[in-house]
């Protein structure tokens, strides 16, 4: 915290992993969920009333690191210390990695005061686009849920031994979608699927108009 005015210092600050700091002469602040720029504001506000004629300025030394809880299907769960860039598919890695039978497309964050976001990582694994890849907070409880909703897509520009997560909403262009979409030589208008009566444990396949 830099102090510019008619008192000019520069005080060493420490930020705890409750998102508190002590600032001397003006006592404990919460800066939970507070950017840096929304942070200067508020303690130059209070430096302000402090200190007659002084300004005061925020600078990041050293991002302090993130406590994020991974639960559900995760082969060791708990709690890990994490970057603080940290973002959902980079939590992934921690916790000896996922179960066969976890779902990337129906993950949950729980954040400390309780609010709770479900995302579907599909859109940044398969597309790219990082809108779902959300940065987790300090506190933040990454959920994974099972699901047994997968299926497989040949003939397509990904044709190797993948399966593929699905939703009741996804449509077949979906899927292929998925898989890398079609090949040069494919024929859109000549599609079978393959669908496993659980009942009966048997296998039936119908022509997709």
């Known amino acids: 915290?830099?102090?510019?005015?008619?008192?000019?210092?520069?005080?060493?600050?420490?930020?705890?992993?409750?998102?508190?700091?002590?600032i001397p002469e003006i006592g404990d602040i919460s800066l939970v969920n507070r950017t840096l720029n929304e942070a200067n504001k508020l303690i130059n506000s209070l430096v302000e009333n402090a200190y007659i004629g002084t300004q005061s300025y925020l600078s990041v030394i050293k991002p302090s690191l993130k406590k994020i809880s991974i639960v559900g299907e995760i082969q060791n769960p708990g709690t890990y210390l994490m970057n603080p860039f940290v973002t959902v598919s980079e939590a992934l890695k921690f916790g000896g990695g996922l179960k066969e039978q976890a779902s990337l497309r129906e993950l949950k964050i729980i954040s400390v005061d309780?609010?709770?976001?479900?995302?579907?990582?599909?859109?940044f694994l398969v597309y790219g686009e990082r809108k779902n890849d959300v940065n987790l907070k300090n506190g933040d409880t990454l959920v994974i849920s099972s699901t047994n909703k997968f299926v497989k897509v040949n003939g397509t520009n990904r044709d190797?031994?993948?399966?593929?997560?699905?939703?009741?909403?996804?449509t077949y262009e979906s899927l292929i979608n998925f898989a890398g979409g079609f090949k040069t030589d494919?024929?859109?208008?000549?599609?079978?699927?393959?669908?496993?009566?659980?009942?009966?444990?048997?296998?039936?396949?119908k022509k997709v108009e």
């Open 1 to 22: 915290l830099f102090l510019i005015g008619n008192n000019e210092k520069k005080i060493p600050l420490r930020i705890d992993l409750a998102g508190n700091v002590a």
């Open 114 to 123: 309780g609010d709770s976001k479900e995302i579907d990582l599909y859109e």
């Open 160 to 170: 190797e031994e993948y399966y593929y997560e699905y939703k009741n909403t996804d």
């Open 186 to 205: 494919s024929n859109p208008n000549l599609i079978n699927v393959d669908y496993v009566n659980s009942s009966a444990k048997e296998i039936n396949t």
